[in-house]
């Protein structure tokens, strides 16, 4: 195994956790280990070009891919590819509820297919020298929270998977909307605390509803590694004190203006390659939430970033909109 420390990562995140944000994340984290996207096997073998689903920038390490498919010798191929680009960890999704996925066996589905899982697992591991994890629900529709999820566990540890990141909600995959599966089911925080007492053996993180860095040194107490989800997007400069208080260290950021201006050569480089300036921007709306001057930051980028031509003058004025320094007394909790 690897000595990738996993204490706290960035989850996943369908159109939010791209290559833009991930770089925007770096300026205020060095030690959160990042996912990209899930991206589908069929994208990476009949995709082209390559480099716009595993395209991304060397700040981002420590950086890990997550794959949707089912396909053991298609999961293999995809592993050893993303081995080839550099990628620190490969991650297969057990725990996307959405149909579109289903109707491909991607995603929570497969909670219900433990032998097909571990058969993907041996193969990826079989292909790869990086380490091979499973991100997964406690179980899907009418499963026994403990007795499914046990098995599903056992199974898939059996073929080799030592890390399993576990959301801490069901899917119901029928009668509730992807989005609603993000809310509606009840969380189940000691559901997964218990399988980590029972299998200590294995690397168990948690997922689901986590919001502040209080309550991840609380579940630390529990289990193995952290993950959240959409207050790191949300609320970004939650991440700003990520290294200090769960690493030791201190962050790469002394303020939300220090880390916008970190990003700017980055940005630059984007935008000379062809990017649109609001692909770049929308992922820092939230940046100075609950600061003086945050709205008018968010509107004047909303109103004007998407603009024929837009450059880096549009995000410096919305900069200026924003008394420096920001209130960054008002770190989370």
């Keep these: 195994m690897t000595d990738l420390d996993r204490t706290f990562s960035v989850a996943p995140m369908m159109d939010w ?4 944000y991930r770089a925007f994340a770096r300026t205020l984290t060095r030690r959160a280990l990042l996912y990209t996207e899930m991206v589908t ?3 990476i073998l009949h995709g082209s070009p390559r480099e716009r689903f595993l395209g991304y920038d060397a700040v981002e390490h420590p950086l890990a891919l997550q794959l949707g498919g089912s396909d053991a010798g298609e999961l293999a191929e995809c592993a050893a590819i993303a081995e080839q680009w550099g990628y620190d960890e490969v991650n297969l999704n057990v725990g996307c509820p959405s149909d579109r996925v289903q ?3 991607i995603g929570a589905c497969l909670m219900a297919h433990p032998e097909k899982v571990a ?3 041996a193969a990826m591991r079989e ?3 990086i380490p091979v994890t499973v991100k997964c629900r406690i179980g899907i529709d009418d499963q026994d929270e403990d007795a499914d999820l046990a098995h599903f566990i056992e199974r898939v540890a059996d073929a080799g998977c030592e890390v399993f990141i576990v959301h801490a909600r069901k899917a119901w995959l029928e009668g ?4 609603e599966n993000r809310d509606i089911p009840p969380l189940n925080y000691p559901r997964v605390h218990r399988l980590k007492a029972s299998r200590p053996e294995l690397h168990i993180g948690i997922n689901g509803g986590i919001k502040t860095l209080s309550e991840c040194q609380a579940q630390l107490e529990h ?3 952290v993950m959240i989800g959409r207050e790191a997007y949300q609320n970004p400069w939650l991440l700003a004190e990520v290294d200090q208080r769960l690493y030791g260290e201190p962050g790469p950021a002394a303020n939300r203006h220090a880390a916008a201006e970190a990003l700017r050569p980055y940005m630059a480089r984007r935008l000379e390659e062809g990017a649109k300036l609001n692909h770049l921007t929308r992922h820092l709306l939230g940046l100075f939430q609950g600061c003086p001057g945050g709205r008018k930051f968010r509107r004047h980028l909303s109103e004007n970033a998407h603009r024929p031509g837009a450059g880096l003058a549009v995000f410096d004025d919305a900069l200026g909109l924003v008394p ?5 007394q008002a770190l989370v909790g």
């Design 119 to 121: 058969a993907a697992v």
């Design 324 to 328: 420096e320094p920001a209130l960054d």
């Design 103 to 105: 109707n491909n066996l």
């Design 176 to 179: 509730l909307s992807p989005k």
């Design 223 to 225: 289990v193995d590694s």
């Design 17 to 20: 956790t791209t290559r833009d």
């Design 41 to 43: 096997t069929g994208a």
């Design 127 to 129: 292909a790869v020298s």
